[in-house]
């Protein structure tokens, strides 16, 4: 079991996030203490919930993000900050960022920026941004003025100091100041919690005790010696060593891997011991990665420069490898054993020759770490009884230079594409290479050494003959077969070559230096070996100010912190799957599909039924009403059982008394298909002309006439990707069956209450009023919880309904991202004509979108591409068409844009090609293109008081566009390898349904007697701050502060027939149904207030109320 689930599960302690259970997203982070004996050490640090086996934590403390403030007590002040800073938005991440600064102060109390910021690279917000975090807590750093506690008689500087930037640029009705850092309160390092003295004394007198856990599947034991580590492991040499857990914990949570015995061997002196040797620095296997950096920094401190090459290069490799979480308890051990081909350590520690101590029960032997130790994929020459017990890290030499690369994805925390690691050794003072390896990952099965080509460079000069030798050399040697996993073969070959030049360029710089008569690098050249150096992040936020004279009373237009902010900086904000466990509660796992298109001819789920826990398997024919269902068309199914359209596409399910029960037996079923032909590309559904009907065309003007009059005619295509939404909080439902007249209470992530339940009640063949679906917030949604989340809750309702108990189900990060689709990617044909002087006066473009096996919300998304095909331009005559792509992957849905984005963005292609193609800057065409004041639209709308010229004509003053223009073309004059954009697009974005009839909100306005308002309205929370907003107004309406009002929930049962909360119009929908139902109870409110003018609004609603007036409404928009 995981830390996480323990304290979610077992302990309800439900402050602390589950986003993606393998090390990735930050949001189950949490701090462990533990007094380390054989240095004397308490060691605070933070470490993933997620990924921690609760068997490692014996005699350590975990503190937890409830653990240190609530709103209820107190806030500490990393609660407090990132509140007050607008640092939270959905919040899902926020406990987790809290605990990340707070492991950093309890370590640090005047951190510097850059440690805040890599103390973040293991934490993922998906809303907020970063920004208003960072300048939340800049405030405890040295940069933002932070004293620490120490620096002025009242405790900490910041009570009087101001923390924030103020923007140079700035208009007089403008504010940068969101917040005052003088409200905050001190961070008091003598208030933290302290290590428990009972762990304390325990530690010290633990030291002979090893441990035994028997779980049910596995044995963990914990070794106290290394004597009895070494006989364990040859009592039971398929014994899987277990330190950090952060390649084991994935390989049982994803791979299915099952370990009956575990060694955990992570508190043994001699595998965390660091000696240093005539040689080098020693590591214990066990170290930690944050130890390991920690002691080289100190080392490159202190030593001669030519000694610490290796070093470097080792710290330049963690300054990317994962979060800091990951490193806190990841082993240099582990990392080596795991022996993955794309490893970031192992080249590193190839090219530098790295010493290993392995050792059995019967002694220990040295091997060098070279191209013979990694025997296959994830294999090494180890026996099976023996250990990893050190590895030794040599000094350099004086004519010894060391670099290593990582090339990802993402800088921070991803894992590489391609890694390497250089080492040359030069005849001392010349150029006449003595000595070379070359090591790279993620070019085979496992790290390599480019040993022909190094053997082919010995005794030539460091010039450019060499690296033209070099070149050809890896060319030739570092080869993928085109079918290799991970794909980018071209890419990955040229990186070989790239990454050797960026350190041919180094070494030529270093030899330089030294004295040595080498070329001087080219000073265009001089960018491409350059480590990268991230600049201390600094920002300014512009908003309106508050006109003078407005009431303070009044909020609206204030820069209000989200309601929850609090409550979500402290853990106490409560999501779905916080809800507490009903004591019957079953847990619910899906089976899906495995085939992209398929007849499904048989499902043995007879082994599944069988396994622990499990209570039964849930199918369509445990569907008593209808199977077919979607958002708009009923084109798909809640459970598949003739055919599967998708992998991922749902055809049953296990419900068990755990979530691990659950899925493992879901995993058992087995499934026979009858594999047809899938149909997964665009370009594929192009061709087999597979599309859903109706084909939409948006006309204006006469096209052909167009063209003739064109100059110039340009044809092109673009390619749009797809996007995962990456909400932190996945798909969630719980479903509680009432027992009476087929009721049934949901708490659903969702943006779509209504369409939820009416989707479930169609499942369930009850009528909608049977069926309450309740949201009380979600940890983000952008669109991917509008219409898909329906998808899992209908199942999960089922299988309630089935068996007459609540179930529940928190999809895994996987299974969302395998089943829910994304942001539709597009492809684009367009064919344009234009004048000499750039004016456009034809286009014709068609758009197809990958929409997946269901037509879902995709007909609405591709209209709204068409209805951005021209973006900000006037084009005379247009003709846009649009395509929907039926195929076999998970249908596509709705996604922040809404197929605007995809629209804008060919239309934005287009016009570049057209100033391209003219040689004029593109800025001059864009504007000459710009809609003026009474045009109209292809869709017909005349456009009044057009902004759009003078917007565009003070982003380009404001911004300094010209001078950026001309410092970027400088830079790239004088930088071959590294170049700087810069663009300026104008957008022109639609907002509200299309579809006219959800252009409808509805309110709910309860007043009570002792003056409190309970608001409800039809809009959901996300993070947006919706419910914040519709405070705002009720305030403004009634004439009451905020404090007054409260939000608790959305809910079908209070606001009935909802539109989904999207379109960018909830705010000014729901805000006048709320608008409206509070002037109702105003003119009510009215006789009492004229009676008694200098009364209370207390006073006028006790009046009313003995008058026996109806102290609630409901209110609606549209
Ligand atoms: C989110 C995340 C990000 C990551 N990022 C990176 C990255 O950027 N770069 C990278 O290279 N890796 C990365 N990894 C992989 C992993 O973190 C490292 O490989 C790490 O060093 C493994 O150490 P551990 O102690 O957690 O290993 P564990 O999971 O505890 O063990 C891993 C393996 O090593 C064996 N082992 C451990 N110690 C010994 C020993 N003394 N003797 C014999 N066998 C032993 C175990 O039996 C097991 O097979 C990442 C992993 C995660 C989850
Ligand atoms: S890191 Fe643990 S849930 Fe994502
Ligand atoms: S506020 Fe960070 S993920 Fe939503």
Redesign the pocket.
Known sequence: MTLLTYLRRKLGLTGTKLGCA???CGACTVMLSRYQTHTNQLLHYAVNAC?APLCSLHLVAVTTVEGIGSVARKLHPVQERIAKAHGSQCGFCTPGIVMSMYALLRNNPKPKMADVEEAFH?NLCRCTGYRPILEGYKTFTVEGGCCGGRGRENGCCMTNGNGVEESSNKDDDEATSLFNPADFAPLDPTQEVIFPPELMSLTKGQRSASLRFHGERAVWLQPNSLDEFLRLKSEHPDA???????????EVKFKNMVYPVILA?AFIPE?NKVTQTEDGIVFG??CT?SHMGAVLKQAVQTLPPHQTEVFLAVLEQLR????LQ?RN???????I??A?P????NPVFMAAGCKLTLMDKDGSRVVHMDDGFFTGYRKTI?RPQE???SIELPYSKKSQFVSAFKQSPRRE????IVTAAMNVTFTPGTDVVEDLKLSYGGMAATTVLAKKTANRLLKKRWGEELLQDACSLLAQEMILDPSVPGGMVTYRRTLTLSLFYKFYLTVLQKLRAQGVAVEEVPSDCLSAAEIFHPETPSSVQVYQAVPEGRSQDDSVGRPMMHLSALKQATGEAVYCDDVPLYENELYLALITSTKAHANILSVDASAAERMPGVVCCVFAEDIPGCNATGPIAYDETVIANRQVTCVGHIMGAVVADTQLHAQRAAKAVKVQYEELQPIVTIQEAIAAKSFYQPIRTLQKGDLEAGFEQADHILEGEMHIGGQEHFYLETNVTLAVPKGEDGEMELFVSTQSAAKTQSLVAKALGVPANRVVVRVRRMGGGFGGKESRTTVLSTVVAVAANKLKRPVRCMLDRDEDMLITGGRHPFYGKYKVGFMNSGKVVALDVSYYSNTGNSTDLSLSVMERALFHMVNSYSIPNVRGRGFLCRTNVPSNTAFRGFGGPQGMMICESWMSDVAQSLGRPAEEIRRLNLFVEGELTPYNQTLDQITLDRCWDECLSRSGYQERRAAVDIYNSQNRWTKRGLTIIPTMFGISFTAVFLNQAGALVHIYTDGSVLLTHGGTEMGQGLHTKMVQVASRVLGIPCSKIHISETSTNTVPNTSPTAASASSDLNGGAVQNACETLNERLQPYKNKNPKGSWEDWVTAAYFDRVNLSANGFYK
């Open positions: 393998e090390g990735g990924l293991g899987r060593v277990v330190v950090g857990n952060t390649e084991v914990g994935i061997p595998l296997a066990a990665l990317w490898f994962a979060g990951i308890v990841a082993a240099v051990g582990g990392n054993m795991t993955s794309i490893s970031d350590l180890l250990i990893l017990l925390d991803d894992i590489s």
